[in-house]
């Protein structure tokens, strides 16, 4: 059975795809992420390059290897963003100041109806997230789409966050759950 290619992190479109899409498409994946994201470049200069091709990127730290999945990812000012981390952007990701994200870090934000048996992902469907001022995310931690993260919150390494948590929030586990009383 022949499998239609998907691209990386963009909700998925049906077959024969524009030829303007698959230019924006190589445009991200080879200079975006690819060039830009490159070893080459150096951690705290990487986000001009971001601001030079419009990204809404204020002055962060952007580890190499770090996957940007459209434009509509916002990072504030302080912010650290860890080797690996992937941000698939099918809907608007908005990470605030001085957050920091651990290596291999996935914000997800496109998902898909259930369907039937013949096809269980669906329709595609966009929610956009946020993760507030001051985060401390760990590494390998995976945010759903809808999730807000209070500002303040740390998630513990390798959690699944499901929901959206207050400010302060101290959170591990699979699903993601309160560890301990909330933060000062
Ligand atoms: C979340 C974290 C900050 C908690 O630290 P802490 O407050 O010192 O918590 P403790 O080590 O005292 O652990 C408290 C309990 O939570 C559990 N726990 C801690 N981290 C956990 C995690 N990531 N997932 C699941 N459970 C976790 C501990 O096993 C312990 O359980 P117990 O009470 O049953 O023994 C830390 O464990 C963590 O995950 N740090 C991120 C490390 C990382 O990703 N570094 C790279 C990027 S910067």
């Excluded at 190499?64 to 990072?75: A, E, I, N, T, Y």
């Excluded at 291999?104 to 898909?112: D, E, L, N, S």
């Amino acid at each position: 059975m022949d499998f239609p290619e998907r691209s990386t992190g963009r909700a998925h479109s049906p077959a024969g795809d524009s030829m303007k899409h698959e230019i924006r498409r190589i445009a991200r994946d080879v200079v975006l992420n690819g060039l830009f994201s490159s070893s080459i470049v150096p951690t705290r200069w990487r986000w001009r390059l971001y601001n030079f091709i419009g990204l809404p990127v204020q002055r962060s730290y952007i580890a190499p290897g770090v996957f940007l999945g459209s434009r509509q990812v916002f990072v504030g000012a302080g912010t650290f963003l860890n080797s690996g981390c992937f941000i698939d952007g099918a809907a608007q990701v908005r990470i605030g100041a001085n957050v920091s994200l651990g290596m291999r870090t996935m914000v997800i934000t496109g998902t898909h109806k259930l369907g039937s048996s013949a096809r269980r992902a669906d329709e595609s469907v966009s929610m956009p997230v946020t993760i507030e001022d001051g985060c401390w995310i760990g590494a390998n931690v995976t945010i759903l789409p809808g999730v807000t993260l209070g500002r303040g919150s740390v998630v513990g390494a390798g959690s699944v966050v499901t929901k959206s948590y207050p400010p302060n929030s101290k959170l591990a586990g699979s699903p993601a759950r309160p560890m301990g009383v909330p933060l000062d």
